[in-house]
């Protein structure tokens, strides 16, 4: 089975433009969630998505979005760039979202914002 | 909101030794406790859970304990390899209102000396 794949993996913006990232699940899980991780925070949730409906947010400013489509594959994006955004977003998926805590995560893109 | 936190930010074993790795945690009303790695490269991987209502959870090489009296979880790793070297994080899940949302600890870098 193959797991969660997040595209790209590498990317360099600069401060102001946006980036959208993507992330397709394990196939047959329903729910998606997104994380960043930086040195200074650490791995910090953003949102999650199940049946194409946000379940839960964190503490992220507007800027950050995201939405999951019919086949369960997910987007989020990040717009007007900041130097802090630079970090490595990572997915996970699970096939529920009520979850004890078993998270599959991809590899995760590392945003560089210059 | 409240966090999970690590004792200590560098474990350094020999290889064949047990290592524990310890959190502390100040969510009293976490449902589940989980333990992931993370090597160089990739996104966490799970290890093991426990729910609040348990004390102990054993898996292949892996032990978890909870201390809910202290607020504090422990992973020990058995005859540890040097596969076994990687960030540790310790992580926790409110319950069914959660849903994917985790809250992680700063992590253990454990280094695994042949």
């Known amino acids: 089975k193959a797991g969660v794949t997040q595209t790209p993996r590498y990317l360099i913006k600069t401060r102001g433009q946006q980036v959208t990232l993507s992330c397709s699940p394990i196939?047959?899980?329903?729910?998606v969630s997104w994380y960043q991780q930086t040195p200074g925070q650490g791995l910090q949730f953003l949102f999650e998505y199940f049946s194409e409906t946000q379940r839960n947010k964190g503490n992220f400013p507007g800027r950050f979005s995201g939405r999951q489509f019919s086949n369960s594959r997910s987007e989020m994006n990040v717009s007007t760039l900041e130097l802090g955004d630079s970090a490595l977003y990572l997915c996970?998926?699970?096939?529920?979202?009520?979850?004890?805590?078993?998270?599959?995560f991809g590899e995760g893109s590392r945003l560089t914002v210059l | 909101g409240e966090s999970v936190g690590l004792h200590l930010p560098t474990l350094s074993v020999q290889e064949g030794d047990n290592s524990i790795i310890n959190c502390a945690y100040s969510?009293?009303?976490?449902?589940?406790f989980i333990w992931y790695k993370q090597e160089s490269g990739k996104g966490p991987q799970f290890i093991i859970d426990i729910r609040s209502n348990m004390d102990k959870r054993q898996g292949q090489r892996v032990t978890v304990l909870l201390n809910k009296t202290v607020k504090h979880l422990s992973l020990q790793i058995a005859a540890t390899q040097p596969g076994d070297s990687a960030v540790y994080f310790c992580?926790?899940?409110?319950?069914?209102?959660?849903?994917?949302?985790?809250?992680f600890g700063e992590g253990t870098q454990l280094t695994v000396n042949p």
């Open positions: 969510n009293s009303a976490s449902d589940y």
């Open positions: 992580a926790e899940n409110w319950g069914e209102t959660s849903g994917s949302r985790l809250t």
């Open positions: 196939s047959g899980h329903r729910s």
């Open positions: 996970a998926s699970s096939p529920r979202t009520a979850n004890t805590g078993e998270l599959f």
